[in-house]
């Protein structure tokens, strides 16, 4: 949960205006009026980092494209990465009757399409792991924060991340931290191996090296995009699946409508149906 501090300097209407055209040409995120206070004290720390005065440096310096890595922090405060391991669990037994119904020499692969700092992708792959030989599946996270992906590749988590990790899972593919990771947990190596983690806007078409996936979660991202946003990024997403793979959203969010490729399975899980000859 944010909380506004109240030492924060105000965000005038019109640096307000630049950020939000900022954060909605990087992301399809439109931040809502009224959020000015939030945003402001998103951004306290930033500025205090690069000891700049007032909000309009810091707007100069990501809004002029010579900012460089202030533009990704910048991106990174401005969109929420609310995640945890085993969230909305109710997708994971048709992610894993999916598996199990695999047939073929090609890998199973699922997608963690906006996917924080990677507990969603572990998530998937511990559940995989128990359903299929290794090197017969991978998952891939990617998220639009540089940060956030760069935080999944350690795979580094507070203990207090694992208690909503299946204890014989936990036992299984986590290790408890120890000198300077005191306090941590870090993923196992065995676990690691089949998980890799890119940056990547969803509201760009994705590079076709990204290759074609059996199951994409596109999880609590949806909700923060403007209709127009939503139907490109569910379509950028649906690209990349195979016919008859599954897309699973939030249980805050809805796809129905929004891409005639999709058929509904069950609340919250659609199909991608082959494209009818016309
Ligand atoms: C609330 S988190 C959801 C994480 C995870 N899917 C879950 O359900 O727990 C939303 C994530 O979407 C990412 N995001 C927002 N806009 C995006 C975009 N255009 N492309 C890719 N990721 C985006 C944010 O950076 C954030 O990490």
Redesign the pocket.
Known sequence: MDVVDDRVPPLTAGDFEHLRAFVLN????RLANGKQHLVASRLWSRLRALQLHSFEDYVRLVTTGEAGPERDWA??AL??????FF??AQHFPSLVEHARRHRGPRRFRVW??????G??AFSVAMLLAGQLAPGTFEVLG????VP?VEAAHRGVYPLDRAHTIPPDLLRRYCRKGTGPWEGSFIIEPTLRQHVSFLA????EPPPPSLGMFDVA?????LI??EPA?KLV?VRNVVDHLVVGGLLLN?HAESVTGLNPELEPVVQTVHRKRARSAS
């Open positions: 990087a992301t399809g995120i991106i990174d969109t929420t990465h609310e995640t945890s969230r909305e963690s399409a906006a996917c924080s700092t507990e969603e990617t998220d639009v924060s956030s990547l806007n969803l509201c979660l596109l999880r609590n991202v923060y995009l946003e990024m939030g």
